[in-house]
């Protein structure tokens, strides 16, 4: 079972970037002053946009996308649903942030906060969604832990465009280390799988098979990586990569993940 | 499935348009489906269909060329096909069919059906035009008119027709030949002719027990048949005679689905079955287990029998010849003799090699020494035509006043020729091999073959040696094909005519295995513009006259329900015990049967009267009088080539559908892993098949269920798909077949080549 | 407990691979070209050691836990209460396709027409009509049969698992299966 479905690659990367955008803002210290406060209000309506967007993406997954609101009826037992209500909350309480920030009303650094907790919370939810028991390799946390991980790589590196040169000392150590666990797990999660059933096994040879994971290892891990290490900062091009690298590891994670049902009349 | 689709269409339905528009739907998507571009693929959106109840039935039959001849019921509703089912009333189908015939829907519905009479500007062109069905006739009537003038004869008219409809009133193709005058016949069977003879020098005519009475079989080996993929019905039987107790042995040069049913299987040596069956006779009869009673009181020329055994036959050497060692030879022979009843089937590809009648007579031997011939649950089964005393009224025509055509001796114009036919006249049709189609047209001359009509058959994807056959065409000066679909024989035909399906037409049908009878109704209206064979003969007869009269005596007034009402007699209704023909439109109905065994009167038909282990017949056919060994064909060619029937398809018929190719999108050679190791061919890889006759490239699927010695392809044709076995075959005859059939069989599994990496 | 589960019995000794069923299915709901409901799978080498010569037929397996009727954010599946039967009802469906990412049985499919996913329905009305599912009806050596209820069904012999269909005991699939024998060979 293929699913190329693009939409669900845009949807999840960028749902993922606009919540690594709120999480790092709320972590970073910002200038005092006028210049730290546009800054953060340009990361924030950022962020709402790409929230947007995201959300936009996923109607395009839908064979009926009229009947999106519906999907919200089956909160009792779909994480589908929850997911749904979940960015809801985080949307809304970005927004809640937003005029709060732009009033310069007090509690606004609180309700950054929240928003970034929220937006947490759904990455968990969305973890869930993916962690059906038709994907031996999933039906565990992988699919959170991958989604967390693109939340911190992705929101430390757009978060750069955001803090002055000079400041970028916490996004720098928080991508660095993002970026070795992520390198870490991306390495010996295909061996972990190789060493479970058939579809889990399929699973890893598809991925230490693949050209594209290996691409992905290198660009968005070990080049980076050596950048990093190198010139302690974030250059410009260096979130635009990660963004490739993201998008492409959830093309494979969308793609190249086996479905029990592929197997069908084969070992388990 | 969802009300708000079941809303939309009862109100579609409601409407008296509805079946226009769903034709019309069908002509869209196909006109769509045959543009280049998967954009323009089309949605046919037919989802939502459910089960409603309230249908109008209809009672068909599969008319096939297969042993089960499945008895249909047709749900209809607005004048369109919702479903169909097997009927229940025949305990045979009992309410199932097969993959083929589930797909009968889809068949009749089909976006690719030939709709409208076509010619084609160019054979192979593809270059296609509408023409009316007059203007076709025209053009048909006023060559064969050109042929009587210049030959003074219609033996320049060929008709090639065999087993693409089995229904009764098809026949009234070669009575629309007879109509015409004297024309030229490619008679025979390809299917099973050797087998015939041999059953008639044994026993005096071919009838099998009622499979039904398998479940009484003690013992029972199916002997190179594949019920599990060619009588799916009749497997319930053989695994009731299993859960009974009975042991099933499966001899196949492949292990085939059925093989991987029985007790026990036994790949022997392709073509070795005769000196299999010896072998176990001659241990029989060593250990005096054969019945003596049987032997002496009902046969002739045990003895004799017996002498040439112990003067040839060894179990060693049938094991050597063989491959199967001889404890096992000794052990089944012992097991089989001692069992009652015991029952061997034969399958039809065992007869189709050099040999194949002198095998058929060594089982059959091995059958009746054991006292097994004519008893319930036992027998030796091959088939019957037992069922099919029909009028064959649209089959019997008379040629038209002062006709010309062969002079000189005819046989039997093909199996089911019941010879009611005048044979005293002056002239006659003339006869060619069927088998041999394309060495038949480039050798017959004075007249040569001018005109071929093709009609229930697809000689380009069934007829052996196709690199032959291309050119044998291209002698003839007009092609006519009647079909459905535009397959690889169409494709090099002048006209083609649309004919109907079997939900479209009237007829009758029986089958040469079981003994069920099924009425055929028009349940749904022709679509496009198909017509019955018999309403195109009766067009053809209609122009002939209009152009010269008297020149056609078929009649053109009757409909093919009349055609079909008037192929009954009181023989029939007796022998089912039904009054009229409506009385199956209750279902179908089986015969009266004295017995479900075969012969079980012991009155062999035989010049004897008994059973004959020696004939005198035989011999006198150019044959051994007794079933001796006889050599299988030498190789020209390293490995043995096989290309026996698919699942998914009647020979030519079924695979094309769009339904059944999501079930087997493509063809394969099948190769043994230890062959394809020695060849370097890996699984899937492309390889390369080269013969004698041709050559192919073609995916290869390892598996052991061939032998390291043999590659196997399923015949049939795919659409849209170049493939085609007789690439790689050539026309040699088996050994039997003419008697009865009027020309040999072919030795389609006597054929080899070899193989290569592409 | 006294609800009962229908289910599909699947005897792979008797079963031929003839595909009756799966083309049952499709002449009874006509679906989509490439959508079936029921395909018959054959099982692998290292199951049955000849290739494409032992099958497991699969439809839906109307389980206990249907995994299809959680994760559907739009409650377009419901369990009919009588017989446990699972049905999509396709006017609700969305087409987000998350009960065919989600079903390890692979069970619905999407319909490349309407947006929508579809799957066996084990033919419900048929079964309110008193008649059998068209699968079961169409298969010619009774090897795919109905049972009316899982709970009194004779479990000798059988197996909820056979080799070749995935364990997910949580969903508790509403099939028994019959495993396939091999015959006693003699080969060349």
């Not at chain 2, 519905?109 to 160019?122: E, F, H, L, T």
Request: contains cysteine; positive net charge.
């Amino acid at each position: 079972m293929v699913f190329t479905d693009f939409s669900l690659v845009v949807f999840s990367t960028l749902a993922q970037l606009a919540v690594g955008l709120t999480v790092m803002a709320a972590l970073q210290p910002r200038a005092a002053g006028e210049s730290g406060e546009v800054k953060l209000k340009v990361e924030w309506v950022t962020a709402g946009l790409i929230l947007a967007a995201a959300l936009m993406a996923s109607m395009f997954h839908l064979g009926h996308p009229s009947g999106s609101p519906r999907a919200l009826v089956h909160l009792s037992t779909s994480w589908l649903s929850r997911e749904i209500l979940a960015f809801g909350c985080f949307g809304g309480v970005l927004v809640l942030a937003f005029l709060t920030l732009w009033k310069n009303s007090g509690g606004s650094s609180l309700l950054i906060r929240l928003t970034a907790a929220v937006g947490l919370a759904a990455l968990l939810v969305s973890g869930m969604v993916y962690a059906p028991p038709s994907f031996p390799a999933l039906n565990n946390g992988v699919p959170v832990l991958f989604f967390l991980l693109t939340a911190f790589i992705l929101g430390s590196a757009f978060g750069a465009y955001f803090v002055g040169a000079e400041r970028q000392g916490l996004l720098v150590k928080v991508l660095a280390t993002s970026l070795v666990v992520g390198l870490v797990v991306n390495l010996i999660l295909p061996s972990i799988w190789l060493s479970g059933g058939t579809v889990a096994r399929m699973t890893g040879a598809n991925f230490y098979g693949s050209w594209l994971y290996w691409l992905r290892i290198a660009g968005e891990f070990v080049v980076p990586l050596a950048v990093l290490g190198a010139w302690k900062k974030i250059p410009a091009w260096l979130p635009i990569l990660l963004l490739l690298g993201e998008a492409a590891g959830r093309i494979m994670f969308l793609n190249s993940v086996v479905h029990t049902a592929t197997n069908l009349g084969g070992l388990y | 499935m969802a009300p708000i689709d079941r809303k939309f269409i009862e109100r579609a339905l409601a409407s008296p348009v509805t079946r226009r528009k769903f034709l019309q739907g069908l002509l869209v998507s196909g006109a769509l489906a045959s543009m280049p571009g998967g954009l323009l693929k089309a949605v046919t959106s037919e989802a939502g269909i459910t089960y409603e109840g309230k249908y109008q039935v209809f009672r068909n039959a599969c008319p096939r060329n297969c042993y089960d001849t499945c008895s249909i019921k047709t749900y209809v509703k607005d004048g369109v096909v919702q479903f169909i089912e097997g009927a229940p009333e025949s305990t045979f189908t009992a309410g199932a069919l097969c993959v083929k015939g589930f797909s009968y829907w889809r068949r009749a519905y089909s976006p690719d059906r030939i709709k409208y009479p076509m010619v084609q500007q160019g054979r192979g062109s593809g270059n296609w035009k509408r023409v009316s069905w007059d203007e076709a006739m025209t053009r048909i009537a006023k060559k064969i008119l050109e042929i009587k003038k210049k030959d003074d004869s219609l033996l320049g008219l060929g008709l090639t027709k065999y087993s693409g409809n089995f229904g009764i009133t098809n026949y009234g193709v070669e009575g629309m030949m007879s109509s015409l005058g004297y024309t030229t016949r490619f008679v025979g069977t390809p299917c099973w002719p050797a087998g015939i003879d041999a059953q008639n020098y044994d026993l005096g005519n071919m009838w099998c027990n009622d499979p039904e009475d398998f479940v009484h079989a003690r013992y029972a080996i199916l002997w190179g048949a594949n019920p599990a993929w060619c009588s799916v019905h009749t497997m319930k039987f053989i695994y009731e005679a299993q859960e009974r107790g009975a042991k099933l042995v499966v001899v196949d040069p492949v292990f085939s689905q059925t093989a991987a049913k029985a007790d026990e299987y036994w790949r022997p040596n392709t073509g070795q079955d005769g000196a299999l069956a010896l072998g176990m006779c001659r241990h029989i009869l060593d250990k005096g287990m054969y019945d003596k009673e049987f032997v002496t009181q009902h046969a002739v020329g045990f003895e004799e029998f017996a002498e040439y055994l112990r003067r040839e036959v060894t179990v060693e050497w049938a094991a050597q010849k063989s491959g199967i060692p001889a404890q096992d030879i000794a052990k089944v022979a012992e097991e089989f003799a001692t069992a009652k009843p015991a029952t061997i089937w034969i399958g039809y590809g065992l007869q189709r090699h050099v040999n194949g009648g002198a095998m058929v007579r060594a089982i059959d031997a091995l059958v009746a020494m054991t006292g097994n011939v004519g008893k319930v649950g036992g027998g030796a089964r091959y088939g019957h035509l037992y069922t099919w005393g029909f009028n064959y009224h649209a089959l019997i025509q008379k040629q038209p006043e002062g006709s010309k055509g062969y002079v000189g001796a005819t046989g039997p114009m093909g199996e089911f020729d019941t010879g009611q036919g005048a044979k005293a006249a002056k002239y006659s049709d003339r006869a060619v091999n069927i088998n041999q189609t394309a060495r038949m047209i480039l050798e017959t001359n004075d007249p040569p073959v001018r005109m071929l009509w093709v009609s229930c058959k697809n000689p380009f994807s069934q007829d052996f040696d196709l690199t032959m056959l291309k050119k044998a065409f291209k002698k003839l000066e007009m092609v006519v094909v009647v079909d459905q679909f535009y397959n690889q024989t169409v494709e090099q035909a002048d006209i083609v005519l649309p004919v109907t399906t079997l939900l479209e037409e009237w007829t009758q049908n029986v089958s040469y295995w079981h003994y069920w009878m099924s009425l055929n109704e028009q349940a749904i209206k022709p679509m496009f513009e198909s017509k019955s064979n018999i309403e195109i003969a009766a067009l053809l007869s209609a122009k002939m006259n209009q152009l010269s009269p008297g020149s056609c005596t078929f009649s053109p007034k009757l409909n093919s329900k009349k055609w079909m009402e008037m192929e009954f007699n009181k023989g029939i209704y007796d022998l089912f015990g039904i009054k009229s023909w409506q009385d199956l439109r209750k279902g179908p109905v089986k015969a009266k049967l004295a017995s479900s065994a075969a012969w079980h009167d012991y009155k062999f038909k035989t010049p004897s009267g008994k059973y004959e282990f020696k004939s005198d017949l035989c011999k006198e056919h150019g044959h051994q009088a007794l079933p001796e060994y006889l050599a299988n064909r030498k190789p020209y060619a390293p490995y043995r080539l096989l290309t026996p029937h698919s699942k998914f398809n009647i020979h030519s018929q079924f695979q094309n559908l769009d339904w059944m190719a999501e079930f087997n999108p493509e063809p394969f050679v099948y190769i043994n892993p230890k062959l394809a190791a020695k060849k370097g061919i890996a699984d899937g890889s492309l390889v390369k098949l080269s013969s004698k006759v041709g050559e192919m490239q073609i995916k290869a699927k390892l598996t052991d269920n061939v032998a390291p010695d043999t590659l196997l392809m399923y015949e049939g044709w795919f659409n849209k798909n170049p493939y085609n076995v007789q690439n790689m075959v050539d026309d040699t005859s088996a050994d039997m077949g003419k008697w009865k059939t009027g020309a040999p069989g072919v030795a389609i599994h006597d054929q080899f080549c070899d193989v290569n990496p592409a | 407990m006294s609800k009962k589960q229908a289910g599909f019995y699947i005897d792979a000794q008797r079963c031929i691979g003839c595909y009756s069923c799966a083309m049952a299915c499709k002449n009874q709901y006509h679906q989509e070209p490439g959508v079936h409901w029921r395909y018959v799978y054959p099982l692998k080498e290292e199951i049955y050691p000849h290739r494409e010569r032992a099958w497991m037929s699969l439809a839906c397996n109307h389980c206990e836990h249907p995994t299809c009727l959680e994760v559907c954010p739009v409650e377009a599946y419901y369990k009919r209460e009588k017989d446990g039967v699972v049905v999509h009802e396709q006017e609700k469906c969305i087409g987000c396709q998350n009960c065919i990412r989600s079903c390890p049985y692979g069970a619905p499919r999407f319909n490349p027409a309407r947006h929508q996913a579809e799957k066996c329905s084990m033919c419900y009305q048929r079964l309110d009509a008193g008649l059998k599912p068209a699968c079961v009806q169409g298969c010619p050596t009774y090897a795919l049969q109905f049972i009316e209820d899982m709970a009194s069904f004779d479990q000798s012999g059988k197996v909820q698992y056979l080799a070749g269909f995935p364990r997910f005991p949580e969903l508790n699939p509403s099939v028994r299966f019959r495993p396939p024998r091999e015959p006693r060979e003699v080969r060349r």
